[in-house]
T-cell receptor, first 114, second 112 residues
């Protein structure tokens, strides 16, 4: 257990409304990630962070922004939600284990945009 | 760019059958390779990993060997149980990129 929580766990929102998802970790990990999971696509990286205020885009970043003002929190914002953003969103951290890295995931947030 | 290809699912097996889920990869350099498992309604859990050629990762009866010559990391288990029913993801990580690349997942269903 890497001490990762996500909130909310479930959310239904309307098209055009802003939505913020929160990822919180308790173990001071440097690297944090946001993914979305959709049938037939596996996991796709939205944004990631390699430190406070240091973030970069993943492969499906359009329509999403992120912020990391504290080591423990990584926020994902949908500025104006669309139905195509209906998905399950996972936060993850990456930690070093000897000479390799390992990634651990939160429980996910199921977002429905109507 | 880097990529991971997994066999299409679903895979349906009877309890105690032998399991193989194929995974091949394309990557520059020397990636680390992983298998993750996802049970219904949960996040992904690290199942096993291998960090260099010929390494064998193992956990809970599952094994996978890092084959650089065939760029493969196939997941195997000698005798599956109903409780192994889940979705399995193959993934790779290349040092310095900060990014992990995941396959599309393979759903396993084990029947009693």
């Amino acid at each position: 257990d890497a001490g990762i929580t996500q909130s909310p766990r479930h959310k239904v929102t309307e098209t055009g409304t802003p939505v913020t998802l929160r990822c919180h970790q308790t173990e001071n990990h440097r690297y944090m990630y946001w993914y979305r999971q959709d049938p037939g696509h596996g996991l796709r990286l939205i944004h990631y962070s390699y430190g406070v205020k240091d973030t970069d885009k993943g492969e499906v970043s359009d329509g999403y922004s992120v912020s990391r003002s504290k080591t423990e929190d990584f926020l994902l914002t949908l500025e104006s939600a669309t139905s195509s953003q209906t998905s399950v969103y996972f936060c993850a951290i990456s930690t070093r284990d000897g000479s390799s890295y390992e990634q651990y995931f939160g429980p996910g947030t199921r977002l429905t945009v109507t | 760019g880097n990529s991971v290809t997994q066999m299409e699912g679903p895979v349906t097996l009877s309890e105690e059958a032998f399991l193989t889920i194929n995974c091949t990869y394309t990557a520059t350099g020397y990636p680390s390779l992983f298998w993750y498992v996802q049970y219904p309604g949960e996040g992904l859990q690290l199942l096993l990993k291998a960090t260099k050629a010929d390494d064998k990762g193992s956990n809970k009866g599952f094994e996978a060997t890092y084959r650089k010559e065939t760029t493969s990391f196939h997941l195997e288990k000698g005798s599956v149980q109903v409780s192994d029913s889940a979705v399995y993801f193959c993934a790779l990580y290349t040092s310095g990129t900060y990014k992990y690349i995941f396959g599309t997942g393979t759903r396993l269903k084990v029947l009693a």
